[in-house]
């Protein structure tokens, strides 16, 4: 039953420790994007993927964020050194194409805490 | 740039009263408008879209008509139930297909 498929969904580290989230899209989905919700920003964009490209890395925050794709499949959002204001869950989404229309599908996120 | 601005909840309602909630945007160009739904302890889905000016998008008995002149996508329907209870987000696509979205409006319906 092929939805988005994130993981793990929830994870707790400590503050500097790095952390790796993972996110399966939707087979065929040639679009993928990762989205961070938090309580004081509302959603906000962070990278987009269009096959293995990331054309618009714009919502980063720091250099500390990073994220592949690869094989035009499996997505990993990379923190490096977390600090607590990267507290949040974070969403993944992919849609068949890229376009203004297309309606994007979320996994359920990952809920990360920095202690 | 480009921005969603929705109305501020909690919006709390009795079961079959009429809901609206308030969305307007900006941008440049002709974006794609969409509203999202949240159900409590579930993710995101999409609950309905339009993609052009006039253009009306529906489902379960939620409406919204994307209203070029006032720049907005206002969400409608007839008769709230208790189960229309989540987090609703307006939203924007830009051509890249990124959703830029609204705060987000809590719906609370009351038996």
């Known amino acids: 039953g092929a939805g988005v498929s994130q993981s793990p969904s929830n994870k707790v580290t400590e503050k500097g420790k790095d952390v790796e989230l993972r996110c399966d899209p939707i087979s065929g989905h040639t679009a993928l994007y990762w989205y961070r919700q938090s309580l004081g920003q509302g959603l906000e964009f962070l990278i987009y993927?269009?096959?293995?490209?990331?054309?618009?890395k714009s919502g980063l925050p720091s250099d500390r964020f990073s994220a592949e794709r690869t094989g035009g499949s499996v997505s990993t959002l990379t923190i490096q050194r977390t600090q607590q204001e990267d507290s949040a869950v974070y969403l993944c989404?992919?849609?068949?194409?890229?376009?203004?229309?297309?309606?994007?599908?979320f996994g359920d996120g990952t809920r990360l805490s920095i202690l | 740039g480009n921005s969603v601005t929705q109305m501020e909840g909690p919006v709390t309602l009795s079961e079959e009263a009429f809901l609206t909630i308030n969305c307007t945007y900006t941008a440049t160009g002709y974006p794609s408008l969409f509203w999202y739904v949240q159900y409590p302890g579930e993710g995101l889905q999409l609950l309905l879209k339009?993609?052009?000016?006039?253009d009306k998008g529906s489902n379960k008995g939620f409406e919204a008509t994307y209203r070029k002149e006032t720049t907005s996508f206002h969400l409608e329907k007839g008769s709230v139930q208790v189960s229309d209870s989540a987090v609703y987000f307006c939203?924007?696509?830009?051509?890249?297909?990124?959703?830029?979205f609204g705060q987000g409006t809590t719906l609370q319906v009351k038996p």
């Open positions: 939203a924007l696509g830009s051509n890249t297909g990124k959703l830029i």
């Open positions: 993927f269009q096959g293995n490209s990331a054309p618009d």
């Open positions: 989404a992919s849609s068949l194409e890229q376009g203004a229309g297309q309606p994007q599908h």
């Open positions: 339009a993609t052009k000016a006039d």
